[in-house]
């Protein structure tokens, strides 16, 4: 049987259109000052309200295809070790789960 990674969102963000799946594409580090504020608020509300903020200097922003075709992103803390961790994952799919 095929084991999914796992990726986890507080909420069921609009970005993620009922997806279930999503295929790691790319991975971008960039400082927290860098974002453009219209990324922040695609990656950070739900239905125009702040559900999530971004409290680290710097970050990852992880690309994936969903199982809709549909792109999305998730904003995450960087890490070395989570970098390590998601690089090894590229073009491989992560199960998406909703909640704690």
């Known amino acids: ?3 999914y990674q796992i990726l986890k969102f507080s909420h069921n963000y609009d970005k993620l259109h009922g997806q279930t799946v999503g295929k790691l594409f790319s991975i971008v580090t960039i400082e927290k000052d860098k ?8 990656d ?5 309200k702040v559900v999530y903020n971004l409290t680290d200097k ?3 922003i992880l ?5 809709k075709g549909i792109p999305f ?12 961790y998601y ?5 491989h799919n992560f199960k ?3 909640g704690k």
């Not at 950070?44 to 125009?48: C, E, I, S, V």
């Not at 992103?73 to 390590?84: E, L």
């Open 63 to 67: 690309f994936f295809i969903g199982n």
């Open 96 to 98: 998406i789960k909703i």
């Open 1 to 3: 049987m095929f084991k």
């Open 58 to 60: 710097k970050l990852m």
């Open 35 to 42: 974002l453009d504020p219209e990324l922040v608020k695609y």
């Open 87 to 91: 690089k090894q994952f590229y073009g």
């Open 73 to 84: 992103t998730t904003i995450r803390a960087h890490t070395q070790m989570k970098f390590v």
């Open 44 to 48: 950070t509300q739900l239905n125009g």
